[in-house]
């Protein structure tokens, strides 16, 4: 079946410092979405990428989805401790099924 | 700001039970989905549902697993049979259209099977 991997698995960065997550699908995606969860909490939307090669921004976050539609990454600059929490990507491949990766645990080190 | 509801918060039960984990998704919302998370994994897809009927299913979503949504706002997920690996946390999830998608999670239900 389909599966979603991420790498890193964990990442302590000190307060400033950039932040990248990587996010592998096995078979190609119709769209895929990025979520955070802070410790003890749930999902929280961030974005949803659908076109190959696209590139959204949100303050200090970049996301991107890859030119075949198989990978995507987000970007942290300057990372802030509010920034602590485990990010997941969730890929469709058109239906209703989101499979979410395996998540990248960030810690910020003040 | 809507947002989707989940009771109970923590519900224990012993291994062989049924449960019921009851949600109330955000009014307008059509698609309606349940994941799981064993702590500190990551988040499994169990099933969606739209239009009163299941949309997806994942290989988790057995015959002990069924969905339904008896009113207009109330959705369930029923586990006729817990068993002990069935402790998790368990998400609900509400989309729509409009919001391209856009899932919004509830806050979950802790279930632990003794």
């Known amino acids: 079946g389909q599966q979603v991997m991420q790498i890193p698995q964990y990442q302590h960065v000190q307060e400033g410092e950039d932040f990248t997550t990587y996010c592998n699908s096995s078979?190609?995606?119709?769209?895929i979405q990025w979520y955070k969860q802070r410790p003890g909490g749930h999902p929280v939307f961030l974005i949803q990428?659908?076109?190959?090669?696209e590139v959204k921004k949100q303050k200090r976050l970049t996301f991107q989805f890859g030119e075949a539609k198989k990978n995507s990454s987000l970007h942290i600059t300057a990372t802030q401790t509010t920034d602590v929490g485990t990010y997941f990507c969730?890929?469709?491949?058109?239906?209703?099924?989101?499979?979410f990766g395996t998540g990248t645990r960030l810690k910020v080190l003040a | 700001e809507p947002e989707v509801t989940q009771t109970p918060s923590h519900q224990v039960t012993q291994m062989g039970q049924e449960v019921i984990l009851r949600c109330v998704p955000i009014?307008?919302?059509?698609?309606f989905y349940w994941y799981r998370q064993i702590l500190g994994q990551k988040v499994e897809f169990l099933v969606s549902?739209?239009?009163?009927?299941?949309?997806?299913k994942s290989e988790i979503f057995d015959d002990q697993f069924s969905v339904e949504r008896p009113d207009g706002s109330n959705f369930t997920l029923k586990i006729r049979s817990t068993k002990l690996e069935d402790s998790a946390m368990y998400f609900c999830?509400?989309?729509?259209?409009?919001?391209?998608?856009?899932?919004?999670f509830g806050p979950g239900t802790r279930l632990t099977v003794t």
């Open positions: 990428l659908v076109k190959s090669g």
């Open positions: 969730a890929g469709s491949s058109g239906t209703y099924k989101y499979i």
């Open positions: 999830a509400s989309s729509d259209r409009q919001s391209s998608y856009e899932q919004y």
């Open positions: 078979t190609t995606l119709s769209n």
């Open positions: 009014s307008n919302h059509l698609y």
């Open positions: 549902f739209y239009n009163n009927e299941i949309s997806e």
